[in-house]
T-cell receptor
Framework: RKEVEQDPGPFNVPEGATVAFNCTYSNSASQSFFWYRQDCRKEPKLLMS???SGNEDGRFTAQLNRASQYISLLIRDSKLSDSATYLC???????????FGGGTRLMVKP | NAGVTQTPKFRVLKTGQSMTLLCAQD?????MYWYRQDPGMGLRLIHYSVGEGTTAKGEVPDGYNVSRLKKQNFLLGLESAAPSQTSVYFCASRLWETQYFGPGTRLLVL
């Protein structure tokens, strides 16, 4: 079983739609959680950290469920520019290393 | 600030050849990382460094060596390239919980 698992998609949604991605992780000792965004043939960039209480950044909402060991990302009012691959990332108990999921591809259509 | 830069951007090698990938960062970060990204596999950690003169193995270190002689530079070496090392290689540096990635090096081993 992979340490961090994501549905690879693609998720095809129309502009303005709300879309949600989930991610599960296997290491119950994981301490920190993140969503990174990766555009085609580009490097990953931090989208947002995920806090235990849940957090929001504009149209993006991230939530953490430690009991079930999953993380979610909700995107409201999707824009064409949201088309990208979203990587779920977990910082394990080693502290120095991040573990990346395989990514979920989102395609927003006009 | 240039951030994180990688050299070269693209390279074709023949099996058995050697090469060195250079990563440079101008943000004075202590931590640096080398990843490889393959389709459907996500990013996998090869080696990392927690400071000048230190290196440590990641998830997939076999076939690679690294050196961190200067704080700003992290070199990844392939002593005898194999077709299985065809991949996109990303370098990253870290400040607190955020990793900053370079633009990547695309390597093709024939």
């Amino acid at each position: 079983r992979k340490e961090v698992e994501q549905d690879p998609g693609p998720f095809n949604v129309p502009e303005g739609a709300t879309v949600a991605f989930n991610c599960t992780y296997s290491n119950s000792a994981s301490q920190s959680f993140f969503w990174y965004r990766q555009d085609c043939r580009k490097e990953p960039k931090l989208l947002m950290s995920v806090y235990s209480s849940g957090n929001e950044d504009g149209r993006f909402t991230a939530q953490l469920n430690r009991a079930s060991q999953y993380i979610s990302l909700l995107i409201r009012d999707s824009k064409l520019s949201d088309s990208a691959t979203y990587l779920c990332v977990v910082n394990g108990n080693a502290g120095n290393m991040l573990t990346f999921g395989g990514g979920t591809r989102l395609m927003v259509k006009p | 600030n240039a951030g994180v830069t990688q050299t070269p951007k693209f390279r074709v090698l023949k099996t058995g050849q050697s090469m060195t990938l250079l990563c440079a960062q101008d943000m004075n970060h202590e931590y640096m990382y080398w990843y490889r990204q393959d389709p459907g596999m996500g990013l996998r950690l090869i080696h990392y460094s927690v400071g000048e003169g230190t290196t440590a193995k990641g998830e997939v270190p076999d076939g690679y060596n690294v050196s961190r002689l200067k704080k700003q530079n992290f070199l990844l070496g392939l002593e005898s390239a194999a077709p299985s090392q065809t991949s996109v290689y990303f370098c990253a540096s870290r400040l607190w919980e955020t990793q900053y990635f370079g633009p990547g090096t695309r390597l093709l081993v024939l």
